[in-house]
């Protein structure tokens, strides 16, 4: 289980290093071909949304089958046991959405780029009509 969180968190790494390379100004010949090649790999990339959807379906069902230790029977390390799996499923929570909000943003941002492109090619036609 422990090798699907740590694929996520390179994935949502990754996501975070293109989402910072995509909003740094940059020279337009190099930004054309980094969004162009950026586009080319949205839709094989597009696996992590239904990735990270399952593991917060796993993360909820999880939760509702977890052994409460609210009482006084519990011993402290079966406390910290149980804080310490809150914690993790919380974190794993914010990666899973994390990971599908970058990936958002970045689809935005190429598609606004796109749309500038175009933008400017008809301006320009009708510039040299």
Known sequence: M????????????AEAAIAIL???????????????LISLTLQPSLFIIPFAGF????????NE??????GEICTAAERDRYE??????QRNAILCVAA???Y??????????????SIEEVEKR????
């Open 2 to 13: 422990a090798l699907q969180w740590l694929i996520l968190t390179y994935v949502v790494a």
């Open 22 to 36: 995509l909003t740094f100004p940059s020279p337009k010949a190099l930004k054309s071909r980094f969004v162009s």
């Open 55 to 62: 593991q917060l379906l796993d993360i909820y069902w999880k």
């Open 65 to 70: 089958h977890r052994l409460m230790c609210t």
């Open 84 to 89: 310490k799996s809150i914690y993790k499923a």
């Open 100 to 102: 599908c909000l970058l």
């Open 104 to 117: 958002w943003c970045i689809y935005r941002v190429c598609k606004y780029y796109k749309e500038i492109q």
């Open 126 to 129: 009708l510039k040299d009509e």
